[in-house]
């Protein structure tokens, strides 16, 4: 079954604690990404990653670390640093490659994390 | 800087009705644009593409270049449309080949009353 799995699906954080979320994908695609959803602000890009051992920061990196050692995994970790890390977070992938028409981002189905 | 806004947080209808969820955007090269869809406990997905001119499930949108506008359109409302809309822009030919690396609206909960 192909797709893209995050685990878990609701994680809660005590205030100081670093916490990983699991990405994985095995649609074969280059790209990565790291979403943050809130309420009324729609989706936000933490990182991405376009090839294994890069990544890039995106909009709201600050807080977060990534690291992309095989193609079918993009692990997210929000560190103590994340000043308001209570989120739904959303991890999709993608083809990466020019010229490649209809291409578009698969999602997973997403993590809530909870700082308690 | 890339810019993309969805002026209805919450839209009802009534099935049957016709549907505009708006969507303005702000890119100075030439756009990529999409709309996202989530419905209840399903995962973010592409309902539809400017480049394709496509009908997905009856909706519409048109890229409007001088009004700066995608708004998504469909002409009799069903109750199954009922969900979270976002319209998204892409990285365009400024961003390079990165097709997830998209710049989201703020989204709109469409709710279709039966």
Redesign the interface.
Known sequence: DGGITQSPKYLFRKEGQNVTLSCEQNLNHD???W?RQDP??????IY?S?IVNDFQK?DIAEGYSVSREKKESFPLTVTSAQKNPTAFY?C???????G?P?????????TRLTVV | AQR?T?PE?LLSVFKGAPVELKCNYSYSGSPEL?WYVQYSRQ????LL?HI?RESIKGFTADLNKGETSFHLKKPFAQEEDSAMY?CALGPGNAG????????????TILTVHP
Do not use: H
């Open positions: 790209a990565m990404y979403y009324g602000q729609g989706l936000r890009l991405y376009q995106g959303l999709a992938s993608s083809i990466d490659a020019a490649t209809n291409t578009e981002a698969f999602f997973g189905q997403g | 993309v969805q947080k999409f995962r973010l997905q592409l593409r394709s976002y390079g080949t990165s097709y997830g690396k998209l710049t989201f609206g703020q989204g």
